[in-house]
T-cell receptor, first 114, second 112 residues
């Protein structure tokens, strides 16, 4: 069984650019959540996708957007990058449909904005 | 507004002894609490959880205690092992284990 994978592992961008991060959910999982983890902080919920529909959003501006595909993989897009967007971006998947399901995290993509 | 707080950035414990990690929360709507462990270059790994209808949950060496009146939970690891050295995150949610609110983490070091 393949776990959650994310690509790329590291990325460097400049302020104002756009970035796309990718996540492949664990086999059989139809729910994907994205989190941002700034240095020295805990992960912060960005949004969740369930069966290709957004299913909840945290306190992030609209320039953070996402997609979920029919195979349940997902993308996180960030437009007009700011220096504060430098962080570890974590994707987590869960089987979907039940409240107390465990989320399984990928290793993350580390984004540096210069 | 930090709704989930882990006030100890680090903790050092001798191998074989008990490790106690603490977490406080402010949102009384939280009804589900979890602990995750994170090694460097890996994503967080689920450790143990507790629903607000309980005050204790055990899984092997790990026990989580919930004190709703104090809005406080703790994770006990007994006995502590070198492989337990990691960053531990407390997390909370409303209505299940999704859309988690995390604390800042506590780095646990187990000394031989």
């Amino acid at each position: 069984e393949t776990g959650v994978t994310q690509s790329p592992t590291h990325l460097i961008k400049t302020r104002g650019q756009q970035v796309t991060l990718r996540c492949s959910s664990q086999s059989g999982h139809n729910t994907v959540s994205w989190y941002q983890q700034a240095l020295g902080q805990g992960p912060q919920f960005i949004f969740q996708y369930y069966r290709e529909e957004e299913n909840g959003r945290g306190n992030f501006p609209p320039r953070f957007s996402g997609l979920q595909f029919p195979n349940y993989s997902s993308e996180l897009n960030v437009n007009a990058l700011e220096l504060d967007d430098s962080a570890l971006y974590l994707c987590a998947s869960s089987p979907g449909g039940r409240r107390e399901e465990t989320q399984y995290f990928g290793p993350g993509t580390r984004l540096l904005v210069l | 507004d930090q709704q989930v707080k882990q006030n100890s950035p680090s903790l050092s414990v001798q191998e074989g002894r008990i490790s106690i990690l603490n977490c406080d929360y402010t949102n009384s709507m939280f009804d589900y609490f979890l602990w995750y462990k994170k090694y460097p270059a890996e994503g967080p790994t689920f450790l143990i959880s507790i629903s607000s209808i309980k005050d204790k949950n055990e899984d092997g060496r790990f026990t989580v205690f919930l004190n709703k009146s104090a809005k406080h939970l703790s994770l006990h690891i007994v006995p502590s092992q070198p492989g337990d050295s990691a960053v531990y995150f407390c997390a909370a949610s409303v209505g299940g284990a999704q859309k988690l609110v995390f604390g800042q983490g506590t780095r646990l070091t187990i000394n031989p």
